[in-house]
């Protein structure tokens, strides 16, 4: 098959480079001349596990190539996959299509023989309707078909969720639409991989609905963690005690700092205002926004609260900065809102994160960066985890407290043992677990 995939980000690469590793010849086509530039020198813009490796087979097999040529991919394409950044508008937090639409517009414009356009970036319902309408406005007798194909893949494990799915979801609302998608998703991932087909609309619906509920559970733990703390109980127990029952899972009730990542802040909100606007409100959903703000910045009042109430003139150590491990995405991480309000409160900050700085150095301008979690310790009143990285789990704890001028460590993301950072002199608050001192 002839695949061209637009949009170049961590799930059009990630895409494209899954199907050329299937065997089909794919381009990826980006509007980014400085991302498709580096990629055609072997460059891989992103940090996600195993995918330079991935994308050099490619491009060597011939199978891959990149550019910027829209216009004349598009003539010989089967498959022309849409995967284009939808962020959440500054304004109103409604999900922003301009990349959507001028996508759209492109390749309208050079369409010639039977496509099937699959849109995989996370639209509202209704979207695939509209680029539908769009296409025919400029091509009324064009023998096209628009489908929605969520992307549920995780930064960090990208490559295995995409070959390797808990599910493929297709919508399409012409029966014969979904049969070709349907089989290239078989030639992808394993037989035993359900493939639910449904309508255009509810298949929109299905991602948006995915993500809001996880970023509920998510939520719902991070309450139930402060509980913990107020009643001296512990919330890595009660996860695992209410996770082994198979009604609620295991998965995604680790407690934490708050949601963030390109994803879930932005499509809870896009969600909230569909559903407000279809006079369907989810009190549920809107909740969950609100708890999830306020405690990425509750998180900076624990710091001080364990610096003694005032970090004027201290300095502060933030391990780890972006959203989550094994990527470089820094996106709504919970890092930015708590050293902006660790900086507020009048102390400096340091940061180490191992892939995040290049992107952080950017958003957080204010912030010292340090080589290794031991160069960040140096001299610091207290050091927060704030980002669970494997490396992090074998840091020298011994070490670390010796670097520092007060031994204070925060664990936001339970990678160490309370008692491991008692013995080892720290005084330690970790989220939802009982007080060690
Ligand atoms: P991204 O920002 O990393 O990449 C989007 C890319 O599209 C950019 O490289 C941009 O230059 C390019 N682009 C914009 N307009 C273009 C145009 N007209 N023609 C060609 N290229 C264009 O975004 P992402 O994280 O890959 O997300 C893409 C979509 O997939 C979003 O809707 C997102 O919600 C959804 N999604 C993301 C993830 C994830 O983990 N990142 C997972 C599932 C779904």
Not at 82 to 90: E, F
Not at 184 to 211: F, S
Not at 298 to 326: E, H, S, W, Y
Not at 413 to 420: S, T, Y
Request: charged fraction near 25%.
């Amino acid at each position: 098959m002839q695949i061209v995939v637009v949009g170049t980000g961590y799930v059009g690469l990630v895409s494209g480079t899954c199907f050329a590793a299937c065997g089909h010849t794919v381009r990826c086509i980006d509007i980014d001349e400085k991302k498709v530039a580096s990629l055609n020198s072997g460059h891989i813009p992103i940090y996600e596990p195993g995918l330079a490796e991935m994308v050099a087979d490619g491009v060597e097999a011939g199978k891959l190539s990149f550019g910027t040529d829209l216009g004349s991919s598009i003539p010989d394409a089967d498959f022309v996959f849409i995967a284009v950044g939808t962020p959440a508008r500054a304004i109103d937090g409604y999900s922003d299509l301009t990349y959507l639409r001028a996508a759209t517009d492109e390749i309208a414009r050079h369409l010639t023989g039977r496509t099937l356009i699959v849109v995989k970036s996370t639209v509202p319902v209704g979207t695939c309707d509209e680029i539908e309408d769009r296409i025919r406005a400029v091509k009324p007798a064009a023998d096209f078909d628009v489908a929605f194909n969520p992307e549920f893949m995780r930064e960090g494990t990208a490559i295995s969720d995409f070959l390797n799915p808990d599910r493929v979801i297709l919508g399409g609302d012409r029966e014969h639409v979904l049969g070709p998608l349907h089989q290239l998703y078989r030639a992808t991932v394993p037989r035993d991989v359900p493939v639910q087909m449904v309508n255009r609309r509810t298949a929109e619906l299905i991602k948006y609905t995915a993500n809001a509920f996880l970023a509920m559970k998510v939520t719902f733990i991070n309450e139930i963690a402060e509980l913990c703390e107020k009643l001296d109980a512990d919330v890595v127990d009660v996860a695992k005690g209410i996770g082994l029952d198979t009604r609620i899972g295991n998965k995604f009730l680790e407690a934490g700092p708050g949601f963030g990542g390109s994803c879930f802040p932005k499509d809870t909100n896009a969600l909230v205002r569909l559903a407000q606007d279809a006079e369907s409100p989810l009190r549920l959903i809107e909740t969950t926004i609100d708890v999830n703000e306020i405690r990425k910045r509750q998180m900076a009042g624990k710091v001080i609260a364990m610096c003694g109430g005032d970090v004027r003139g201290k300095t502060i150590g933030l391990l780890g900065l972006t959203f989550k491990p094994n990527t470089d995405d820094m996106r709504e991480s919970p890092a930015l809102p708590i050293a902006l309000a660790l900086m507020d409160a009048g102390a400096s900050v340091r940061a180490h994160d191992p892939e995040g700085v290049r992107e952080a150095q950017r958003l957080m301008p204010d912030v010292e960066f340090a080589d290794d979690p031991y160069a960040l310790a140096h001299g610091c009143d207290a050091v927060v985890l704030v980002t669970h990285w494997q490396s992090f789990k074998d840091i020298d704890l011994g070490r670390l407290g010796a670097l520092m001028a007060e031994k204070v460590l925060l664990d936001l993301r339970g990678v160490f043992a309370p008692e491991d950072l008692a013995e080892a002199g720290f005084a330690s608050y970790s989220v939802g677990r009982p007080a060690t001192s």
